[in-house]
């Protein structure tokens, strides 16, 4: 089935690291993203993992992928205030070509 | 090109009023996806078109909504008899078919049933 779930609230503190888990139920998953979404904004991709990686890092973020736990990360080295946001993890699997997506995790950075 | 444009960006409207939104995708891409987002959940899938072909649609499209990509190019969302429990966020995106691209998705129309 397809359920993929998100923590709710995130709060560091600027500079730190932010560190935002989701967790998904298909395993039959091919691509793994992680979107931002800014208030009034539409969705933003910020990256995406192939099921056959375990680790990607792209500049300040970092993603990781357990497939044995189908737990996904996504973490954010010096967190900035502009990255204050909701990010939503979402799915593809082999059976569809739409994309799942977690109910988000709102990130609150604060100086 | 700018991007996934939507149309109209709000709408208010009373009860049991039809509505239609727009959706123009960015003009290569062959995918059009039309996505559901109330307040505080993530981004629930409607329906998509490959060219304009409808491939798919959720269980969450009831028969008062239908959706047309005509031409393989804009797509319309149309909502009869509006109720207010659709009041939401109607988010529509485009892709190329290769496995993996990037979903681009509009700003939205944000609808509001009175």
């Known amino acids: 089935g397809e359920d993929v779930e998100q923590s709710l609230f995130l709060s560091v503190r600027e500079g730190d690291s932010s560190v935002i888990n989701c967790t998904y139920t298909?395993?039959?998953?091919?691509?793994l993203y992680w979107y931002k979404q800014e208030p009034g904004a539409g969705l933003q991709l910020l990256t995406y993992?192939?099921?056959?990686?375990d680790m990607k890092q792209d500049q300040r973020l970092t993603v990781l992928l357990n497939k044995k736990d189908k737990h996904l990360s996504l973490r954010i080295a010096d967190t900035q205030t502009g990255d204050s946001a909701i990010y939503f993890c979402?799915?593809?699997?082999?059976?569809?070509?739409?994309?799942?997506f977690g109910t988000g995790t709102r990130l609150q950075v604060f100086p | 090109d700018t991007g996934v444009s939507q149309n109209p960006r709000h709408k208010i409207t009373k009860r049991g009023q039809n509505v239609t939104f727009r959706c123009d995708p960015i003009?290569?891409?062959?995918?059009l996806y039309w996505y559901r987002q109330t307040l505080g959940q993530g981004p629930e899938f409607l329906t998509y078109?490959?060219?304009?072909?409808?491939?798919?649609k959720s269980r969450l499209l009831s028969d008062r909504f239908s959706a047309e990509r005509p031409k393989g190019s804009f797509s319309t969302l149309e909502i009869q008899r509006t109720e207010q429990g659709d009041s939401a966020m109607y988010l529509c995106?485009?892709?190329?078919?290769?496995?993996?691209?990037?979903?681009?998705f509009g700003q939205g129309t944000r609808l509001t049933v009175v």
């Open positions: 078109f490959q060219n304009e072909a409808q491939l798919e």
């Open positions: 298909d395993s039959s998953s091919t691509y």
């Open positions: 003009s290569e891409h062959n995918r």
């Open positions: 993992i192939f099921s056959n990686m």
């Open positions: 979402a799915e593809i699997t082999y059976n569809t070509d739409k994309l799942i």
């Open positions: 995106a485009s892709s190329l078919i290769l496995p993996g691209t990037e979903a681009f």
